[in-house]
Each structure stands twice: as structure tokens, then as C-alpha cells.
Antibody, heavy 123, light 107 residues
Framework: EVQLVESGGGLVQPGRSLRLSCTAS????????LAWVRQAPGKGPEWVAL??????????EYAASVRGRFTITRDSSKTIAYLQMSNLESEDTALYYC??????????????WGQGTPVTVTS | EIVMTQSPATLSVSPGEGVTLSCWAS??????LAWYQQEPGQAPRLLIY???TRATGIPARFSGSGSGTDFTLTISSLQSEDFAVYYC?????????FGGGTKVEIK
């Protein structure tokens, strides 16, 4: 059974940093891309970042709103993906989901999701 | 950026009835479209990908159609567990974007 379990969320002040973790199990970690998708309260999902699998050199993509502030990484030995978030803004407040990503010609859709970890940015 | 628009925002439907949800892309996305269902307090669940292919374990009452800019999700006979919010997402280019959602509520 595919499982994705996020952790690391919490309350943080603007300008500070936070690292989220996504522990994966039930599938061959290195064969799949992984993504972070966030959802602000009462809003639709917003894709944040994606890291391709080893077949695609583990390259990354970022939404414009987080590029330069967020970094997605993965540790295949631990089957964990991370989202390092820095210089956080109030607009980053959301529930952050980890999702397994399935490739198309260019982009990806998401076939399995974790339950999310909340991030609240407030002074 | 491709903007995904869903209509209507809310649909009131009786159990057992059928319903069709719409999703439009601001430019052609071929068939690079997925539909997700989100129940309250839950993560989104993949229903449909490639515009019309049901994901693993999704009942046959869910069907998707469309290509280019206009897409629909049809639920043929609403069950109690189908009352939820539905989102479309394109994956034709970067950035990946979602629609604003359609809430299907009990009439």
C-alpha cells in the first residue's frame, strides 16, 4: 500500500524557515517523482514544487511564488522527500501535501497524496 | 500560466441523480487533465487522468471527457460518498495549475 506521511509543519514567524518531511512507503521510491502541493484554508490546491525521479536526473520544478525561497530534495536511502522553506511569508500559510507524481509528456498529475502538514506563518 | 476555470462553484443535487461538472482551460491542453475529489478534512483523491481514464479503484459511475480547452466530469448516479469538492488540474506545461473547484452538495 502506497503511503505518504508528512511532518514538520507548525507555527512560524514571517522571514523564518521551516523544513517539511514526507516519508514514503509501499512503492519503489526512486522510480517516482514527488511533489509538494499546498492548500490555503477555503481555497483550491496549488502546486508548489516537484522533483523528478532518478531516470530524469532528479531535476526540479518550482512555482513562481516560491522559486528562490523553497527547495525540494529527496533522500532515497531513507525514502524521504523534503521541502526546505525559507523567508516565509503570510501567503505561505496552508496545509502542505506530499504527492506521488506521474509523468505525462511535459507535466505530472498526482496519484497518491499524504494527509498533509499545516504551516501557519504569523507574527 | 494556464488558468483553469470550473463552473458552477456549487451544485445542489439529490442522491441518485446524475451531474456534470465543467472545467475550462485558458489555452489548449490537449488531454492533459486530471480530476480529483476532496471530501471534508481529507486529501484530494485522483479520479480521472488523461481527461478520460479512470484511476485505479474508481467506480464506473465517474467518467471524464473533453480535449483542448473544454472538459467535463460526469457522475452518473450520485451516492452519499460523492458529495464533495471536485478539482481539475492541467499538466500540459509548467506551472501545473488547478481549478477553483465545484462543490457538489446534497439538495
Amino acid at each position: 500500500e502506497v503511503q505518504l506521511v508528512e511532518s514538520g509543519g507548525g507555527l512560524v514567524q514571517p522571514g523564518r524557515s521551516l523544513r517539511l518531511s514526507c516519508t514514503a512507503s509501499g512503492f519503489t521510491f526512486g522510480d517516482f517523482a514527488l511533489a509538494w502541493v499546498r492548500q490555503a484554508p477555503g481555497k483550491g490546491p496549488e502546486w508548489v514544487a516537484l522533483k523528478r525521479n532518478r531516470a530524469y536526473a532528479e531535476t526540479t520544478e518550482y512555482a513562481a511564488s516560491v522559486r528562490g525561497r523553497f527547495t525540494i530534495t529527496r533522500d532515497s536511502s531513507k525514502t524521504i522527500a523534503y521541502l526546505q522553506m525559507s523567508n516565509l511569508e503570510s501567503e505561505d500559510t496552508a496545509l502542505y501535501y506530499c504527492a506521488r507524481a506521474i509523468p505525462a509528456i511535459v507535466g505530472y498529475h498526482f496519484d497518491y497524496w499524504g494527509q498533509g502538514t499545516p504551516v501557519t506563518v504569523t507574527s | 500560466e494556464i488558468v483553469m476555470t470550473q463552473s458552477p462553484a456549487t451544485l445542489s443535487v439529490s442522491p441518485g441523480e446524475g451531474v456534470t461538472l465543467s472545467c475550462w482551460a485558458s489555452q489548449s491542453i490537449s488531454a492533459n487533465l486530471a480530476w480529483y475529489q476532496q471530501e471534508p478534512g481529507q486529501a484530494p483523491r485522483l479520479l480521472i487522468y488523461d481527461a478520460s481514464t479512470r484511476a485505479t479503484g474508481i467506480p464506473a459511475r465517474f467518467s471524464g471527457s473533453g480535449s483542448g480547452t473544454d472538459f467535463t466530469l460526469t457522475i452518473s448516479s450520485l451516492q452519499s460518498e460523492d458529495f464533495a469538492v471536485y478539482y481539475c488540474q492541467h499538466y500540459h506545461s509548467w506551472p501545473l495549475t488547478f481549478g477553483g473547484g465545484t462543490k457538489v452538495e446534497i439538495k
